[in-house]
């Protein structure tokens, strides 16, 4: 099959489509025919030799990626509930910018018809993040929230779970051209420069009850200074911080039953991922440096096909 891998450990430039063996669907396993491809910074950090503590195995040639959408083409011993042809998008660690991609049963859900296969391709990561995030935090009814980076990939699905949670005021920042963008997603857009903290304190002259940070800065820091209970505050980006602000690290295992609660809500409406642009395998490495710019409205996803 063909997948987009890396050999040696580097910049975007050492991504580079590759004839790879295929893989088979052994017991509890299925095989699904990739369609689309999300694209994350753990993609790109592993490219650049970063090993995580947990659970990953690098192994060059590496293929990144883990998430994915597209259809069961091989389904091994003991599965029940998907049949060949179903149409599912999912999780994994690693080897999802390929052709083919194997998993087991319990890391994929049905795709829902209305739901396109860019869209299914980019949820199950950092969907799932969002959604630990804003649980981790609290959010519920009456709630003040500030998601700092709201245009983001993370960002951007974590204003519309607040809203869908029942938060009343979601405040987001974000660089100017993409205020009209975070307004869409039901969030007060606020710019993230110097002064943040003042601006925010203008907009929720009651406080802010619970962040999620997404971009470190400015942002982060007047989450610090305006959010009560640092319980409330969380970030997936300066962890090197969490210490020194006394905040605690959030982390989960990605589960099929959250990606179905995600799936349940953009069935109903109140979750949408704005597709910020596509690449084919081939661009991989272009797709890292999109993403790598670190600015910008909702996800980068692979079309495979
Ligand atoms: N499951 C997960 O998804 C997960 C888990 C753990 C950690 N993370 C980490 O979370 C971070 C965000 O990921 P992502 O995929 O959402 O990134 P992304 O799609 O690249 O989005 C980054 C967003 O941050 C905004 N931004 C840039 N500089 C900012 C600043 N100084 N203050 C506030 N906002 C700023 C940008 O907005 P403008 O374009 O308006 O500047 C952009 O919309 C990454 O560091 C990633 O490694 C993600």
């Known amino acids: ?46 490219r650049g030799g970063w090993t995580p503590s947990y659970g990953v195995k690098v192994e060059l040639p590496q293929i990144p990626g883990n998430e994915f959408a597209g259809i069961i083409d091989e389904i091994g011993d003991g599965v029940t509930g998907f049949e060949l042809g179903s149409e599912v998008l999912g999780f994994a660690l690693l080897n999802c910018y390929a052709e083919y991609v194997v998993v087991g049963a319990d890391q994929i859900v ?7 296969w860019e869209e299914a391709g980019g949820l199950t990561g950092n969907g799932q993040g969002a959604y630990m995030a804003l649980e981790a935090i609290g959010v519920g009814p009456g709630d003040t929230v ?11 699905i974590a204003v519309q779970l607040a809203k869908a949670w029942g938060a009343e005021t979601v405040i987001g920042t974000g660089s100017e051209r993409n205020h009209d963008f975070i307004r869409s997603l039901g969030a007060i857009p606020v710019t993230y420069e110097e002064g943040l903290a003042e601006r925010l304190r203008k907009l ?22 305006l959010v009560p209970d640092k319980m409330r505050v969380c970030t997936f980006f300066a962890y090197d911080r969490i210490e020194e602000l006394g905040l605690r690290i959030v982390r989960g295992d990605r589960s099929a039953a959250r990606l179905a609660k995600l799936v349940e809500l953009h069935a109903e409406g109140k979750l949408h991922l704005h597709i910020r642009q596509t690449f084919t395998l081939e661009q991989a490495g272009d797709a890292h440096r999109a993403i790598e710019s670190r600015h910008g409205r909702g996800k980068i996803v692979l079309r495979v096909d």
């Open 1 to 46: 099959m063909k997948a987009a891998a890396f050999s040696v450990f580097g910049g975007p430039e050492v991504m580079r489509l590759m004839e790879v063996p295929d893989p088979h669907a052994g017991p509890g396993q299925v095989r699904v025919r990739v369609k689309a491809a999300g694209v994350q910074h753990y993609d790109c950090a592993i």
């Open 204 to 225: 929720a002259p009651e406080g802010i009850d619970c962040t999620f940070d997404t971009a470190g800065g400015e942002g982060l820091d007047a989450a610090v200074a």
């Open 110 to 116: 049905e795709k829902p018809a209305g739901m396109t």
């Open 146 to 156: 500030l998601i700092n980076g709201a245009a983001g990939s993370l960002g951007s």
